[in-house]
Protein backbone atom coordinates (compact mmCIF):
# COMPACT_ATOMS: atom_id res chain seq x y z
CA UNK A 1 0.00 0.00 0.00
CA UNK A 2 1.56 3.18 -0.90
CA UNK A 3 2.28 5.79 1.81
CA UNK A 4 -0.84 8.76 0.96
CA UNK A 5 -3.23 5.91 1.18
CA UNK A 6 -2.44 4.42 4.91
CA UNK A 7 -1.96 8.60 5.86
CA UNK A 8 -5.28 9.32 4.13
CA UNK A 9 -7.09 6.13 6.19
CA UNK A 10 -5.36 7.00 9.62
CA UNK A 11 -6.65 10.62 8.94
CA UNK A 12 -10.17 9.47 7.63
CA UNK A 13 -10.56 7.31 10.91
CA UNK A 14 -9.08 9.71 13.79
CA UNK A 15 -10.59 12.82 12.50
CA UNK A 16 -13.76 10.68 11.87
CA UNK A 17 -13.71 9.17 15.08
CA UNK A 18 -12.63 12.02 16.65
CA UNK A 19 -15.16 14.78 15.60
CA UNK A 20 -17.89 12.26 16.82
CA UNK A 21 -16.66 12.03 20.40
CA UNK A 22 -16.50 15.49 20.42
CA UNK A 23 -20.14 15.93 19.22
CA UNK A 24 -20.87 13.42 21.71
CA UNK A 25 -19.86 14.57 24.34
CA UNK A 26 -21.52 18.17 23.47
CA UNK A 27 -24.63 16.19 23.22
CA UNK A 28 -24.53 14.18 26.55
CA UNK A 29 -23.51 17.67 28.62
CA UNK A 30 -27.30 19.37 26.81
CA UNK A 31 -28.76 16.05 28.18
CA UNK A 32 -31.12 13.52 26.55
CA UNK A 33 -33.63 15.23 24.57
CA UNK A 34 -37.51 14.73 25.54
CA UNK A 35 -39.11 17.78 24.03
CA UNK A 36 -39.04 17.30 20.06
CA UNK A 37 -41.65 20.50 19.37
CA UNK A 38 -39.39 22.27 16.80
CA UNK A 39 -39.18 25.43 19.01
CA UNK A 40 -37.37 23.39 21.63
CA UNK A 41 -35.14 21.57 18.82
CA UNK A 42 -34.03 25.34 17.62
CA UNK A 43 -33.04 25.90 21.42
CA UNK A 44 -30.97 22.83 21.58
CA UNK A 45 -29.58 22.98 18.51
CA UNK A 46 -28.17 26.70 19.56
CA UNK A 47 -27.09 25.39 22.91
CA UNK A 48 -25.26 22.69 21.27
CA UNK A 49 -23.41 25.57 18.95
CA UNK A 50 -22.33 27.73 21.94
CA UNK A 51 -20.00 24.56 23.24
CA UNK A 52 -16.71 24.40 21.58
CA UNK A 53 -16.67 20.68 21.74
CA UNK A 54 -19.17 20.93 18.84
CA UNK A 55 -17.11 23.72 16.58
CA UNK A 56 -14.20 21.36 17.00
CA UNK A 57 -16.69 17.69 16.20
CA UNK A 58 -17.71 19.20 13.25
CA UNK A 59 -14.68 20.26 11.74
CA UNK A 60 -12.81 17.07 12.18
CA UNK A 61 -16.03 15.76 10.65
CA UNK A 62 -15.18 17.61 7.28
CA UNK A 63 -11.92 17.38 7.37
CA UNK A 64 -12.56 13.85 7.64
CA UNK A 65 -14.91 13.70 4.59
CA UNK A 66 -12.48 15.69 2.26
CA UNK A 67 -9.93 13.44 2.65
CA UNK A 68 -12.26 10.80 1.65
CA UNK A 69 -13.50 12.32 -1.25
CA UNK A 70 -9.36 12.55 -1.73
CA UNK A 71 -8.64 9.29 -0.87
CA UNK A 72 -11.55 7.93 -3.73
CA UNK A 73 -9.55 9.97 -6.21
CA UNK A 74 -7.25 7.12 -6.39
CA UNK A 75 -8.44 4.14 -4.21
CA UNK A 76 -11.85 1.89 -5.27
CA UNK A 77 -14.54 2.36 -3.32
CA UNK A 78 -14.90 -1.55 -2.36
CA UNK A 79 -11.66 -0.96 -0.47
CA UNK A 80 -11.86 2.25 1.26
CA UNK A 81 -15.57 1.95 2.70
CA UNK A 82 -14.74 -1.65 4.23
CA UNK A 83 -11.15 -0.11 5.68
CA UNK A 84 -12.91 2.98 7.68
CA UNK A 85 -14.57 0.40 9.76
CA UNK A 86 -10.95 0.35 11.47
CA UNK A 87 -13.22 3.43 13.11
CA UNK A 88 -15.03 0.94 15.06
CA UNK A 89 -11.56 -0.13 16.98
CA UNK A 90 -10.75 3.44 18.01
CA UNK A 91 -14.21 4.30 18.63
CA UNK A 92 -14.00 1.46 21.55
CA UNK A 93 -11.08 2.93 22.59
CA UNK A 94 -11.96 6.14 22.31
CA UNK A 95 -15.63 5.83 24.26
CA UNK A 96 -14.00 4.16 27.20
CA UNK A 97 -10.82 6.00 27.72
CA UNK A 98 -11.96 9.38 27.06
CA UNK A 99 -15.76 9.33 27.72
CA UNK A 100 -15.80 6.72 30.53
CA UNK A 101 -17.99 4.11 28.56
CA UNK A 102 -17.97 0.31 29.75
CA UNK A 103 -17.01 -2.16 27.14
CA UNK A 104 -18.34 -5.73 27.24
CA UNK A 105 -16.41 -8.73 26.31
CA UNK A 106 -19.00 -9.20 23.48
CA UNK A 107 -18.25 -5.77 21.78
CA UNK A 108 -14.68 -6.59 22.08
CA UNK A 109 -14.78 -9.56 20.34
CA UNK A 110 -16.68 -7.52 17.61
CA UNK A 111 -13.47 -5.08 17.65
CA UNK A 112 -11.19 -7.98 16.62
CA UNK A 113 -13.29 -9.40 14.21
CA UNK A 114 -13.40 -6.19 12.66
CA UNK A 115 -9.65 -5.85 12.51
CA UNK A 116 -8.96 -9.50 11.55
CA UNK A 117 -12.03 -8.66 8.12
CA UNK A 118 -9.87 -5.30 6.97
CA UNK A 119 -6.59 -7.19 6.84
CA UNK A 120 -8.62 -9.55 4.56
CA UNK A 121 -9.39 -6.76 2.91
CA UNK A 122 -6.52 -5.38 2.65
CA UNK A 123 -4.37 -8.58 1.46
CA UNK A 124 -7.14 -10.25 -0.80
CA UNK B 1 -30.40 -9.76 21.14
CA UNK B 2 -33.22 -8.80 21.82
CA UNK B 3 -35.54 -7.86 19.40
CA UNK B 4 -37.91 -5.66 21.34
CA UNK B 5 -39.72 -4.11 18.41
CA UNK B 6 -41.39 -5.83 16.24
CA UNK B 7 -40.57 -6.17 12.13
CA UNK B 8 -43.07 -3.38 11.53
CA UNK B 9 -43.04 -2.44 7.68
CA UNK B 10 -42.05 0.87 7.66
CA UNK B 11 -38.63 -0.07 10.01
CA UNK B 12 -37.55 -2.57 6.86
CA UNK B 13 -38.50 0.07 4.26
CA UNK B 14 -35.97 2.73 6.35
CA UNK B 15 -33.66 0.05 7.15
CA UNK B 16 -33.08 -1.09 3.52
CA UNK B 17 -33.24 2.32 2.47
CA UNK B 18 -30.37 3.34 4.84
CA UNK B 19 -28.31 0.59 3.41
CA UNK B 20 -28.82 1.40 -0.20
CA UNK B 21 -28.37 5.19 -0.11
CA UNK B 22 -25.71 4.77 2.35
CA UNK B 23 -23.70 2.77 -0.16
CA UNK B 24 -24.82 4.43 -3.11
CA UNK B 25 -23.80 7.61 -1.94
CA UNK B 26 -20.28 6.22 -1.29
CA UNK B 27 -20.33 4.17 -4.77
CA UNK B 28 -21.31 8.13 -6.42
CA UNK B 29 -18.45 9.64 -4.70
CA UNK B 30 -15.99 7.07 -6.34
CA UNK B 31 -17.77 7.58 -9.53
CA UNK B 32 -16.92 11.42 -9.33
CA UNK B 33 -13.41 11.36 -8.23
CA UNK B 34 -12.61 8.66 -10.46
CA UNK B 35 -13.74 11.35 -13.67
CA UNK B 36 -11.96 13.96 -11.83
CA UNK B 37 -8.63 11.87 -11.61
CA UNK B 38 -6.08 10.60 -8.85
CA UNK B 39 -5.13 13.95 -7.23
CA UNK B 40 -1.38 13.84 -7.00
CA UNK B 41 -0.26 17.27 -7.17
CA UNK B 42 -0.15 18.70 -3.55
CA UNK B 43 0.53 22.17 -4.59
CA UNK B 44 -2.33 24.94 -2.71
CA UNK B 45 -3.34 26.25 -6.32
CA UNK B 46 -3.58 22.21 -7.75
CA UNK B 47 -5.61 21.57 -4.71
CA UNK B 48 -7.49 23.77 -5.19
CA UNK B 49 -8.35 23.61 -8.65
CA UNK B 50 -9.31 19.73 -7.93
CA UNK B 51 -11.59 21.07 -5.08
CA UNK B 52 -13.47 23.51 -7.65
CA UNK B 53 -14.44 20.15 -10.23
CA UNK B 54 -15.19 18.23 -7.64
CA UNK B 55 -17.84 20.59 -6.28
CA UNK B 56 -19.21 21.16 -10.13
CA UNK B 57 -19.31 17.32 -10.72
CA UNK B 58 -22.41 15.40 -10.84
CA UNK B 59 -22.17 12.20 -9.63
CA UNK B 60 -20.42 14.05 -6.52
CA UNK B 61 -23.60 16.08 -5.72
CA UNK B 62 -25.72 13.36 -6.36
CA UNK B 63 -23.50 11.23 -3.82
CA UNK B 64 -23.83 14.06 -1.46
CA UNK B 65 -27.94 14.14 -2.04
CA UNK B 66 -27.82 10.08 -1.34
CA UNK B 67 -25.93 10.42 1.86
CA UNK B 68 -28.01 12.96 2.94
CA UNK B 69 -31.28 10.58 2.40
CA UNK B 70 -29.23 7.87 4.63
CA UNK B 71 -28.79 10.20 7.23
CA UNK B 72 -32.76 11.45 7.15
CA UNK B 73 -33.80 7.59 7.12
CA UNK B 74 -31.20 6.89 10.14
CA UNK B 75 -32.62 9.61 12.04
CA UNK B 76 -36.19 8.74 11.32
CA UNK B 77 -36.03 4.96 11.95
CA UNK B 78 -33.78 6.12 15.21
CA UNK B 79 -37.23 7.75 16.84
CA UNK B 80 -38.93 4.30 17.50
CA UNK B 81 -35.96 1.76 17.04
CA UNK B 82 -32.97 0.70 19.50
CA UNK B 83 -29.88 1.78 18.17
CA UNK B 84 -28.32 -1.54 19.23
CA UNK B 85 -31.16 -2.99 17.07
CA UNK B 86 -30.24 -0.37 13.53
CA UNK B 87 -26.77 -1.05 13.63
CA UNK B 88 -26.96 -3.67 12.32
CA UNK B 89 -28.09 -1.92 8.92
CA UNK B 90 -24.90 -0.38 8.95
CA UNK B 91 -22.82 -3.62 9.02
CA UNK B 92 -25.23 -4.71 5.66
CA UNK B 93 -23.58 -1.62 4.04
CA UNK B 94 -19.87 -2.59 3.37
CA UNK B 95 -21.74 -5.74 1.78
CA UNK B 96 -23.77 -3.44 -0.14
CA UNK B 97 -20.84 -1.33 -1.29
CA UNK B 98 -18.82 -3.45 -2.15
CA UNK B 99 -21.50 -5.60 -4.61
CA UNK B 100 -22.39 -1.69 -6.37
CA UNK B 101 -18.81 -0.97 -6.36
CA UNK B 102 -18.33 -4.31 -8.17
CA UNK B 103 -22.17 -4.10 -10.49
CA UNK B 104 -21.81 -0.15 -10.83
CA UNK B 105 -18.44 0.71 -11.21
CA UNK B 106 -16.69 -2.99 -12.44
CA UNK B 107 -14.55 -3.04 -9.50
CA UNK B 108 -12.51 -5.91 -9.63
CA UNK B 109 -12.75 -7.70 -5.73
CA UNK B 110 -10.22 -10.57 -4.97
CA UNK B 111 -12.24 -13.89 -3.08
CA UNK B 112 -9.82 -12.37 0.02
CA UNK B 113 -11.59 -8.91 0.18
CA UNK B 114 -15.42 -10.50 -0.36
CA UNK B 115 -14.61 -12.70 2.85
CA UNK B 116 -12.81 -9.44 4.72
CA UNK B 117 -16.33 -8.06 4.37
CA UNK B 118 -17.86 -10.80 5.59
CA UNK B 119 -16.07 -10.92 8.43
CA UNK B 120 -16.51 -6.96 9.29
CA UNK B 121 -20.10 -7.04 9.02
CA UNK B 122 -19.60 -9.82 11.29
CA UNK B 123 -17.64 -8.02 14.13
CA UNK B 124 -19.96 -4.68 13.06
CA UNK B 125 -22.97 -6.98 14.10
CA UNK B 126 -21.45 -8.02 17.39
CA UNK B 127 -20.16 -4.42 18.58
CA UNK B 128 -23.92 -3.40 17.89
CA UNK B 129 -25.48 -6.01 19.90
CA UNK B 130 -24.72 -4.43 22.82
CA UNK B 131 -26.46 -1.79 25.22
CA UNK B 132 -26.60 1.68 23.67
CA UNK B 133 -25.92 3.49 27.14
CA UNK B 134 -23.32 2.30 29.64
CA UNK B 135 -22.41 5.72 31.30
CA UNK B 136 -25.00 7.55 34.00
CA UNK B 137 -27.10 11.08 33.35
CA UNK B 138 -24.88 13.85 33.50
Redesign the interface.
Known amino acids: MILRTVLSIGIIIFAGTGGELAVTRTM??I??VHNFSPRNLLRVILRAFRSGWMWLGLSLMALSFFV???L???E???????VT?LS?VLG?FGGKFL??????A??W???????????????? | MKFRHRLHGKTIVLIAMMALFGALGDVLLRKGMEQIGAISNWHPSALLSAFERTFRSGPIWLGITSLLLFFVAYLLVLSWADYSYVQPASATGYLFVALLGYLLLGEVIPRGRWIGVLVICLGVLLVGGTPPRTTEEG
Open positions: KGGELLMLSWNVSFVVPAYALGERIERRIGVVLVCVGVLLVCVG
